[in-house]
């Protein structure tokens, strides 16, 4: 499964940034737990927000509860977003989009990872 993310860039603090996430050739995102994760540098990779391919059910770090909210298009299912609001400096990291048959949520073993957009808050 070969995952592209995109949306990535450098935001003020308190701004807003939409990360995208596009599943490649026949899949859909609606057939895999979809996850977002990230890594600082010098900082273990951490899980941001998480959605089950079957009944959509999200799952959040206590860190962005609240400011991120995680969706997939309601179309052919192409696309996994991460809206991310109220921006913090600490919020700076690679995140990555990543996919797996089973409802892993926030843990770190997915099989599929994209190579991740950059996000800097200033």
């Known amino acids: 499964v070969q995952l592209v993310e995109s949306g990535g860039g450098t935001v003020q603090s308190g701004g807003s940034l939409t990360l995208s996430c596009k599943i490649m050739?026949?899949?859909?995102?609606?057939?895999?737990?979809m996850g977002w994760f990230r890594q600082a540098p010098g900082k273990d990779v951490e899980g941001v927000a998480a959605?089950?391919?079957?009944?959509?059910?999200?799952?959040y770090a206590d860190s962005v509860r609240g400011r991120f909210a995680i969706s997939r298009d309601e179309g052919d299912g192409k696309i996994l977003y991460l809206q991310m609001n109220n921006l913090k400096p600490e919020d700076t990291a690679m995140y990555y989009c990543?996919?797996?048959?089973?409802?892993?949520?926030?843990?770190?073993?997915?099989?599929?990872w994209g190579r991740g957009t950059q996000v800097t808050v200033s």
């Open positions: 990543a996919a797996d048959f089973f409802n892993l949520q926030l843990a770190r073993h997915y099989s599929n």
């Open positions: 050739k026949d899949y859909s995102t609606r057939s895999y737990c």
């Open positions: 959605i089950e391919g079957d009944d959509g059910t999200r799952s």
